[in-house]
């Protein structure tokens, strides 16, 4: 049986998870974070994929990420796993994959499950116990997103954006997002989104543009059960 097409549309964000083989460590010294990125950022130049957020854990990666096009999502992750694993068997005199299979992903849309997806993402280290707060992990977008310091990486969402008017103010907004942690509902939902390549979506946009696809991607389906969060917008994540 065929598997189902990747749901990615362009302009639209993506939550992408890309894990080590059977959970090995992709990366062993501080250098091959720093390679993985300089990676990353050439290659998401090179196919027009803008990068909101990320964060390299020790076995996998998250990625939140808009094409440019359809096939680019695809294309940079080919690629850039395809150098990184060069460089790692290398380094590290070995052979063989390092990737587990197909990177999994899930679509986000709409102020609430953007500005979600940029937590859950940067809170990892702090729901896998390594830090007690994302500001003491090295490896995230955390310190670019809340104002300590740039990264040419990075481009800013428009959701993101839409926190305050003036750079300063969204940094303290953003920071304040992460004055508590994210409810488990929500993490649920999200992983479970991403793992099942169903989309984080509201239902207006679910039916405008996703119900069409839904004979061709075989993600004509609802996304996870989530509850409604306010008038007017149908039902989306609790943040």
Not at 55 to 68: A, D, E, K, Q, R
Request: with cysteine; net charge positive; charged share 20%.
């Amino acid at each position: 049986m065929p598997r189902p097409l990747r749901l990615i549309l362009p302009g639209v964000a993506v939550h992408v998870i890309q894990r080590g083989n059977n959970r090995v460590a992709c990366f062993r010294q501080d250098s091959d974070y720093l390679v993985y990125l300089s990676h990353f950022h050439e290659l998401a130049e090179k196919h027009e994929c803008a990068v909101h957020a990320y964060c390299l854990m020790t076995n996998h990666v998250h990625l939140l990420l808009t094409p440019g096009a359809a096939r680019v999502c695809a294309a940079l992750m080919r690629d850039l796993g395809r150098r990184y694993v060069q460089y790692f068997n290398r380094r590290y005199e070995r052979s063989g994959t390092l990737w587990e299979g197909r990177f999994r992903s899930c679509i986000t849309e709409s102020a609430r499950y953007v500005i979600a997806c940029y937590r859950y993402i940067e809170s990892n280290p702090v729901r896998a116990g390594m830090v007690e707060h994302p500001m003491a992990y090295r490896w995230s977008s955390y310190a670019v997103n809340s104002g300590m310091r740039g990264d040419r990486l990075v481009t800013p969402h428009v959701e993101y954006l839409a926190l305050s008017v003036s750079g300063e103010a969204r940094h303290s907004a953003y920071r304040g997002l992460f004055e508590r942690g994210q409810e488990p509902s929500v993490v649920a939902a999200i992983r479970d989104a991403t793992n099942g390549g169903y989309p984080l979506a509201s239902d207006a946009f679910k039916a405008s543009v996703l119900t069409p696809l839904g004979a061709r991607t075989g993600r004509g389906k609802p996304g996870p059960k989530v509850s409604p969060a306010g008038s007017g917008r149908g039902k989306e994540l609790r943040l």
